[in-house]
């Protein structure tokens, strides 16, 4: 089972629009990533779950539109402060691959409670990026990959 974390791309400033709306630049980079990944065929989920918030949630139809098929579900645990033990704890039954678009420090808080057992922080997700873990026997979790915006070329994808 894979599970992809992926950091909401860049937003505006709270003082420059409260709702955080992605910018220009963040719609560019959640596109070239998420045209890339499943260019590559590395991705293929049926459902992309969000935070609600709308940074996060333009993220998710990003990938919606790249993925065809998946369903975007909103759910209230994925915020920046939510408890990563609820997730932690769902993915221990999930057998299909899931996609969370969220946010920091929650995404990492999650990682480290999936790699590690642990409250604190092994990876700082990129702006639009995306990790993806996989899990391995015994129910342990590895990074399978990691994927950030900057390292395509353009946004086609190559």
Known sequence: ????????????????????????????????????????????????????????????????????DAQVVHVDDLGPQADPTIWAERLATETSDVMLVGHFPHLARLAARLLCAHDGEVLTPFNGGITCLERTGLGRWAIHWMLAPDVIDDESGR
């Open 1 to 68: 089972m894979r599970l992809y974390l992926v950091h909401h791309a860049e937003a505006k400033r709270e003082d420059e629009d409260p709702a955080r709306p992605l910018t220009a630049l963040g719609v560019q980079d959640a596109r070239r990533v998420a045209r890339y990944a499943t260019k590559q065929g590395r991705v293929r989920v049926g459902r992309i779950f969000h935070s609600g918030k709308t940074r996060a949630e333009q993220t998710a139809r990003v990938w919606a539109e790249s993925l065809l």
